[in-house]
């Protein structure tokens, strides 16, 4: 079955249903690699599909037109997901040019090939098909320094690569689709978009807001947003949103507990400062780091205010989840959040000057710390429920 956006203007990418992790990050929904085929005077196929999923898109795009008459490839970002299929495409229409950007030609040419028919653009520049044209906007770091979005202006469809993208496999693929439903499928765009934002895009919160005032200053109007993991927004005011949102660091009154633990003083501490938080009234949650997915904490850090750690002392340090979790996390560069540490200890204490350092090298400075040694008395679970009634009480008033 044909796809269509628009007149002429075709999905032709694949669903990949087992697709459980993408370089680290879980995908328990799966995932797709969207490419799109226009059709006009000229023909152009926007981005390709992952290494391996070549045949399957072929056959979409023999559905519409014989795919050695395609007369560009527009490469939108270099990353093996959305080019790893370009040699066999670059086989079949081999007189194919391919559009990029300088950074696209220099990527594409050490992974694959230099003798390529490139042709670079920069952001204004324009290709005319017939009576679509094609307007390019470079894009630096959304997601690597080669990226761009391709912006069909007569259709008014924006080409936004991994922008505004989300790892959900369904046979859906318009988000209207989605929300036509009962609304929960709705949410899961919502919650996936959310998840791939914090652990591909929030390092790049500041690039995100210039992008989206340097799109409004070009006056483009923007009546659907088709990237190229996921659903197609139909409504792009939605995602638009929620990327000004979460790129300015909005977040919820919610305070996070996140935490390790090796003979449970640690995990007696982190429950009680959860209820110090919970008794003042404010939303918390307690994330185990050996129970639970880093990529879903990460997402849940992006919607919340305050980030409680905890972590016990090992070998003087930190126990090594909380160590990797926090070279993650911090990595990730989240703003406008409250932090504060606690843990135990047995004979040496380590892991609470680690974890603050470790967030202070970063940039950040905890609020709040508390240690305790071996196991937590009457008056140590009093300062552990303090300290959630402290932080619970600076998430009300920030
Ligand atoms: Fe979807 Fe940066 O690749």
Known sequence: MKIELADGIYWVGVVDWNLRDFHGYTTPRGGTYNAYLIVDEKIALVDTVKHGFAGEMLDRIKEIVDPSKIDYVVSNHVEMDHSGSLPEIMKIASHA????????????????????????????????????????????????????????????ILLSNDGFGQHLATSFRFDEEMCSLL???????MDEAAKYYANILMPFAGVIL????????????????????????????????????????????????????????????ANEILRGVSDSGVEVSLFHLRRNEWSEIVKEVLESRAIIIGSP??????????????????????????????GSYGWAGGAVRGMNEKLKSAGYEPVESLEVIFRPDESDLVRCSALGRKIAMMVKSA
């Not at 653009?121 to 391709?150: Q, R, Y």
């Not at 000004?244 to 919820?252: M, Q």
């Not at 070998?315 to 996390?329: A, I, K």
């Open 210 to 269: 210039k992008k989206i005032e340097e799109i409004q200053k070009l006056g483009i109007d923007i009546r659907m947003i088709a990237p190229s993991h996921g659903m197609i927004w139909k409504n792009p005011g939605k995602i638009i949103d929620a990327y000004l949102n979460w790129a300015k660091g909005v977040s919820k009154k919610k305070v996070l507990v996140i935490y390790d633990t090796m003979w449970n003083s640690t995990e007696i501490m």
């Open 97 to 156: 040019g391919i559009i990029c950007t300088e950074k696209g030609k220099e990527g594409l040419s050490k992974y694959y090939r230099t003798d390529w028919n490139f042709r670079t653009v920069k952001t204004g520049d324009e290709l005319k098909l017939g009576k679509k044209t094609l307007f390019f906007i470079a894009a630096p770091m959304l997601h690597w320094p080669d990226s761009m979005f391709t912006y069909i202006k007569e259709d008014k």
């Open 313 to 342: 002392t090992l070998n003087n340090g930190m126990f090594p989840t909380v160590d990797g979790f926090l070279t993650y996390l911090t990595g990730l560069r989240p703003k406008n959040k409250l932090w504060a540490t606690f």
């Open 183 to 189: 609304g929960y499928e709705c949410d899961t765009v």
